[in-house]
């Protein structure tokens, strides 16, 4: 059922009174300590350590999307789809050796400043107001509604209602700062790496229990024999998901130049790195690159182990929306047969992921006006 009980909202509420108290304690901390320097503000300046620096790239990375659309890919192609989360801490790493050096030498505090020094200022207010229209257009809006949708599709609440919620909590979040947004998102990412962890894991016993047994090791053996297709990291050609995948030349060529620019060039990702040192914020990013490699085992083995349930005569009607099959409602289905309690670790989660996704954003669109 799409309903929480008392005690999801009660697990709900606790995550929600952890992160604000926190917050407002490290923004009250940084008033103390430091004066109204708009580096300070933007920047976290000196005071994100590497494993904050690390949490937050990944809260901000990681959204409604991953948790809804990599799941719904993991029920219609399988392991394959992680190629993308794989190759992204490939990336980190390269941006970690390479870019971060050069940016923090040249004391570069925002994307369009760089290619300012690089090109020209035309050059940098063009991608300025690029970027800005992207984040505010694209990026903001549909983090917005496609969250609301996800959390609509747990809880049964309203979608209106989920939108304004989580903008609200964002906001409160982002006006603290980039400390603020840096330090609370560690407490997001926990929320949200532990409770993906319980759903793949009640998920995978629940695989386990088609087969008359329990266990995490039993249910990822039954969903391996039974679709051994959807682990496959290479699709041949008359495979029906093989157009859904770019090449081997495509992995090894332009898109690296997609992933780079992403991971290296953009303001919304960059700037947790960019007001520290060069050996704390090398260890951030490649923290952030070690937690990327666990993503597939949070979003994608989910939605294998719920085409297995449906291959399986199960979750026959949830799966459907408007009489036709729908990939993408895989987590959502999953995280409504989790028991009550768990269910509301996994509504903290996945608001978890939305809210430091709009407040990252959020903080980066004023770093870029400024």
Not at 42 to 62: D, K, Q, R, V, Y
Request: proline fraction near 3%.
């Amino acid at each position: 059922m799409k309903t929480l009980q008392i005690t999801d909202y009660l697990v709900f509420l606790f995550y929600f009174i952890v992160v604000a108290t926190y917050g407002l304690w490290v923004y009250r901390k940084k008033k103390k300590a430091t004066t109204s320097a708009s580096h300070d503000y933007f920047l976290a300046e000196g005071s994100l350590t590497w494993w904050a620096i690390g949490t937050s790239l990944i809260a901000s990375n990681i959204s409604s999307e991953q948790f809804i659309a990599m799941s719904g890919n993991g029920f219609k192609m399988g392991l394959a789809i992680s190629t993308y989360e794989w190759m992204a801490a490939a990336t980190l790493m390269i941006v970690a050796i390479f870019f971060i050096p050069v940016y923090l030498k040249n004391k570069i505090y925002t994307m369009p400043q760089f290619l300012n020094q690089r090109y020209n200022s035309t050059v940098a207010m063009i991608m300025a107001v690029f970027w800005l229209l992207l984040y505010v257009v694209v990026n903001l809006t549909s983090i917005l509604y496609l969250g609301a949708l996800a959390i609509n599709g747990i809880s049964g609440l309203d979608t209106n209602l989920c939108m304004y919620g989580l903008a609200t909590f964002a906001i409160v979040i982002a006006l603290g700062g980039m400390k603020v947004i840096g330090y609370t998102d560690v407490i997001q990412v926990v929320f949200l790496i532990f409770g993906g962890l319980v759903t793949t894991y009640l998920a995978l016993d629940r695989v386990a229990d088609l087969n008359h047994q329990t266990g995490v090791v039993n249910g990822l053996k039954y969903m391996m024999s039974e679709s051994n297709d959807h682990f496959h990291m290479i699709l041949k050609k008359d495979n029906p998901n093989f157009p859904s995948l770019p090449g081997l030349t495509v992995l090894i060529g332009g898109m690296w130049i997609v992933n780079l620019n992403y991971w290296g060039c953009n303001q919304y990702i960059t700037q947790r790195a960019l007001g520290a040192d060069l050996k704390t914020a090398r260890g951030g990013i490649l923290f952030a690159a070690f937690l990327k490699l666990l993503m597939p085992v949070i979003v994608v083995l989910p939605g294998i182990a719920a085409y297995v349930i449906h291959q399986k005569g199960g979750l026959q009607t949830e799966m459907l929306q408007d009489g036709t099959l729908n990939p993408d409602k895989a987590y959502p289905v999953l995280l409504n047969l989790l028991p009550t309690g768990l269910k509301g670790l996994s509504f903290a989660a996945l608001t978890a992921a939305v809210v430091a996704s709009l407040a990252g954003k959020v903080n980066s669109i004023s770093t870029i006006v400024h």
